[in-house]
């Protein structure tokens, strides 16, 4: 398994921006498809986006569609997640997970795929 560390979560006023970031251990980053999810207080987690091993294949959940884009850096073994036009109700922990994968352009949007997740990193949006 992958050790997976988030960062860049923070309180934020409507509308604004955050680019969150997690590091992933390891030297096989780039045989992990990755993804973003996000849970709030009495919710379920959600995915909110996810992306193939290469990046050349991305999924977004309907409400982030537009606003969120995620990406990533195999060189540094890194995950992103950019978030404009933010929302109260994008307020959540937001979870990083990896998923060892054969196939290079397979995304998963099913968070019980997912065997390796961060710590989370809590996202506040003000209105």
């Known amino acids: 398994q992958v050790q997976l560390v988030e960062s860049g979560g923070g309180l934020v006023q409507a509308g604004g921006s955050l680019r969150l970031s997690c590091a992933a251990s390891g030297r096989s980053f780039s045989m992990y498809a990755m993804g973003w999810f996000r849970q709030a207080p009495g919710k379920e987690r959600d995915i909110v986006a996810a992306?193939?091993?290469?990046?050349?294949?991305?999924y977004y959940a309907d409400s982030v569609k537009g606003r969120f884009t995620i990406s990533r850096d195999n060189a540094k073994n890194t995950v992103y997640l950019q978030m404009n036009s933010l929302k109260p109700e994008d307020t959540a922990v937001y979870y990083c997970?990896?998923?060892?994968?054969?196939?290079?352009?397979?995304?998963?949007?099913?968070?019980?795929?997912?065997?390796?997740w961060g710590q989370g990193t809590q996202v506040t949006v003000s209105s």
């Open positions: 992306i193939s091993r290469s990046g050349d294949r991305t």
């Open positions: 997970a990896a998923d060892a994968t054969y196939y290079s352009g397979a995304v998963y949007y099913a968070a019980e795929v997912y065997e390796s």
